[in-house]
């Protein structure tokens, strides 16, 4: 089920007040995700732990690095970066860049299984009327 609430959003420049879904997702609890990783394959908890703490220094070490990482079916873990910007590319030096980035872009594979057709929504707000 994936849970949502509804927001008032003023559109930019008008008075104009429409409502949109926003999330509401609850946070997973870490121990919860090690504990369903387990129950549903054959290695021990130490080892799960061992392989995501791995796997997290081998992500940043890469990120550091300036590569893309393949995470096979799940997705790319990747980065974008934001600069000031200069008159002439010659003066754009590293001190322009004010933001390092990192973004998720899951699989086509993921994609497929998160079909809009297979997705139940909730609203997790008491029922009130609106205006």
């Not at 057709?117 to 609203?123: A, G, K, P």
Request: charged letters at 25%.
């Amino acid at each position: 089920m994936i849970a949502y609430k509804v927001i008032p959003r003023k559109k930019p420049g008008t008075t104009l007040v429409k409502w949109y879904a926003t999330t509401a997702s609850k946070q997973m609890d870490f121990n919860q995700m090690v504990q369903e990783i387990v129950n549903n394959c054959t290695v021990t908890r130490p080892d799960v732990l061992a392989v995501l703490a791995a796997l997290q220094e081998r992500i940043v070490a890469n990120l550091k690095e300036g590569k893309t990482v393949p995470l096979l079916e799940l997705g790319t873990i990747t980065y974008t970066l934001g600069s000031k910007g200069t008159e002439l590319k010659k003066d754009f030096t590293a001190d322009q860049i004010t933001a390092f980035r990192v973004h998720f872009r899951v699989s086509t594979g993921i994609k497929k299984y998160l079909r809009r057709s297979d997705l139940r929504f909730e609203n997790v707000e008491q029922t009130q009327s609106e205006p």
